[in-house]
């Protein structure tokens, strides 16, 4: 592999994650810390870690002349930029080739294309992919107003430059759309630095399912099915599973096949994910948005097909083909994955950081734990409150969520609150068990336990 030194330019559990696929790959890891993070594990794992700023991750993580700098002077190859942070940065990915540097992602030309929602939109119609009716860019409330109209209450408001739920609204009152539409505004401006957003119907009670799509340099594609990921708090998702359930095999045969022709339309390179809203009245789809990154979420993809997405990355990013085609890829079980976020569910979720006093990870056959966490680690104020992914696989659905209920309850961690309670609500709830999940599914499990 002509890669040989990897800068990794992110923190906590998929830093982690990154080097333990680079030992296997037989890469030299250059881990990257604020100093916050210096007693980390990513930088206590890493064949060499470097301070790269304060803790604040506008000077850190965020900081792309001081990486560049760094990966240069410590003769990095190559730069994994995780998830997060700058993951989905066309400066940032632009700015590695000018300094011949491999972006471990997409060109700068896929995240430019996708990161703007509303280009994304246009290259799905192109496509032949279903697309929300909705709006361009909107200029005004004004303009917000009359193509609500058109289209019907009620109605989301999206940032045109982000995601992850900044800058997200739903207008179901006339009267509130030029006050939401304000807030919405100033909410994506302060999170990505662009206040323009754009308009879509909202679809009540709908499912939100992504496909995973892994694509190289000699224009193949494929995808590794689907997840559904309708269990979000305030789209936050919270609890991940593949294969979806209660979708059909045409449905299941057109979102894999949407997926692909889109990443295929634009030249896709790297993993990357293709997300849809599903209307379980009607049967039908439409695309959301696409990832142009490794999701938190990759590890039920991997669960289900074997398929390791980060050595792929890498085997991608250093030019080789995909060593196998759509055919090769055999499902096999079913994967869940719960987020285990250092916050008070019995405070509105409000974040928790402290010193862990206990930690004691579940184990056994189809178990897995991603996380950055130890007994005796601080977690620091000032990043993302997830400490922990715990995956289980199963041979079927209800193998699964039976393994994950046990997981969860095997989960032990002291000196600190988590939402592993909450999660587990929501895998024992009858609505989940059954398969009828929805976007509006947590929200009715907090509801009842207020």
């Given amino acids: 592999m002509a890669i040989q030194r990897v800068l990794i330019a992110n923190r906590g559990e998929i830093a982690v994650r990154i080097i333990r696929a680079c030992k296997r790959l037989g890469l030299e890891t250059v881990q990257v810390v604020s100093d916050a993070d210096r007693d980390s594990l990513p930088a206590r794992m890493a064949d060499r870690a470097f301070v790269i700023g304060p803790a604040a991750a506008a000077k850190s993580y965020l900081n792309i002349d001081a990486l560049l700098m760094t ?30 540097l491999t972006f471990i992602g997409p060109t700068a030309d896929n995240i430019a294309r996708m990161g703007n929602k509303i280009e994304a939109r246009k290259v799905a119609a192109e496509a032949g992919v279903p697309t ?25 408001l999206k940032a045109a430059a982000g995601g992850g739920g900044r800058g997200m609204k739903i207008v179901r009152d006339p009267a509130t759309l030029k006050e939401t539409f304000r807030q919405a505004s100033a909410e994506a401006a302060a999170a990505f630095g662009d206040g323009s957003l754009y308009l879509e119907r909202f679809v009540a009670d709908a499912r939100h399912v992504e496909v995973q799509v892994l694509g190289d340099t000699h224009g193949n594609v494929v995808h590794l099915g689907e997840r559904d990921c309708s269990s979000q708090r305030r789209h936050q998702k919270l609890v991940e599973e593949a294969p979806a359930p209660l979708i059909g095999d045409e449905l299941r045969r057109s979102l894999h096949k949407a997926a692909t022709d889109l990443a295929g339309a634009i030249g896709y390179v790297g993993a990357g994910t293709v997300e849809f809203l599903v209307d379980p009245a009607s049967g039908d789809f ?19 097909t074997g398929i390791d997405l980060v050595e792929e990355q890498f085997r991608v990013a250093n030019g ?14 079913h994967a869940i994955e719960c987020r285990v976020n250092a916050e008070s569910p019995e405070r509105d979720f409000h974040p928790a950081p402290g010193l862990i006093t206990g930690w004691q990870p579940p184990e056994g056959e189809g178990i897995r734990v991603d996380s950055h966490c130890f007994e005796g680690y601080r977690i620091p104020i000032f990043y993302d409150s997830m400490i922990a992914k715990l995956i289980v696989h199963g041979r079927d659905r ?20 988590t939402t592993i309670p909450f999660v587990t609500k929501i895998v024992e709830n009858e609505d989940f068990t059954s398969g009828a ?13 207020r």
Wanted: proline share 3%; net charge negative.
């Fill in 71 to 100: 990966a240069l002077a410590l003769k990095a190859d190559a730069v994994h930029p995780g998830y997060g942070f700058l993951s989905e940065s066309a400066k940032f990915a632009a700015a590695c080739a000018e300094n011949g």
């Fill in 132 to 156: 929300l009716p909705g709006s361009h860019r909107i200029a005004s409330a004004e303009d917000a107003a009359r193509i609500a109209a058109e289209t019907g209450l009620p109605v989301m």
């Fill in 286 to 304: 439409f695309f959301l948005e696409m990832n142009t990154r490794i999701q938190v979420e990759h590890p039920v993809s991997e669960m289900i």
């Fill in 320 to 333: 080789e083909k995909l060593a196998f085609s759509q055919e090769d890829i055999v499902f096999t079980g």
């Fill in 398 to 417: 209800a193998d699964a969520i039976a393994r994950m209920k046990a997981a969860l309850a095997d989960f032990r961690i002291g000196g600190i609150e």
């Fill in 437 to 449: 999940v929805s976007t509006e599914l947590v929200g009715r499990i907090a509801a009842a336990g």
